[in-house]
């Protein structure tokens, strides 16, 4: 079993940086994909940012120039730094992790979210 904790989120004014980071823990034997998704009140969840396991990575387009994710395959974490957050950044914002547990084939485990405000 995968497990994945979440921190990093909280009360931030416009145009000010945060940086989440998600934490995977228990039987892993390797990890894959390492993403962030976020869902906005009233609104479906969106991928937000996405890192292989090669380090190749995609964000949507409302986040480009501003977010980046990182990963450090040693602590098994992936981070997002924001920057430049605007009101409509505000959301609850989940990992999402591709991993090898003690079972063989990959599967998708998601954090428990943590929310972020932008607001003045």
């Known amino acids: 079993q995968v497990q994945l904790v979440e921190s990093g989120g909280g009360l931030v004014q416009p145009g000010g940086s945060l940086r989440l980071s998600c934490a995977a823990s228990g039987s892993i034997f390797s990890i894959n994909d390492m993403g962030w998704y976020r869902r906005a009140p009233g609104k479906e969840r969106e991928m937000v940012a996405v890192i292989t396991s090669g380090g190749r990575t995609s964000y949507a387009d409302s986040v480009k120039g501003r977010f980046t994710i990182s990963r450090d395959d040693a602590k098994n974490t992936v981070y997002l730094q924001m920057n430049g957050l605007k009101r409509e950044d505000t959301a609850v914002y989940y990992c999402?992790?591709?991993?090898?547990?003690?079972?063989?084939?990959?599967?998708?485990?998601w954090g428990q979210g943590t929310q972020v405000t932008v607001s003045s």
């Open positions: 999402n992790v591709v991993a090898r547990g003690v079972a063989p084939g990959y599967y998708g485990y």
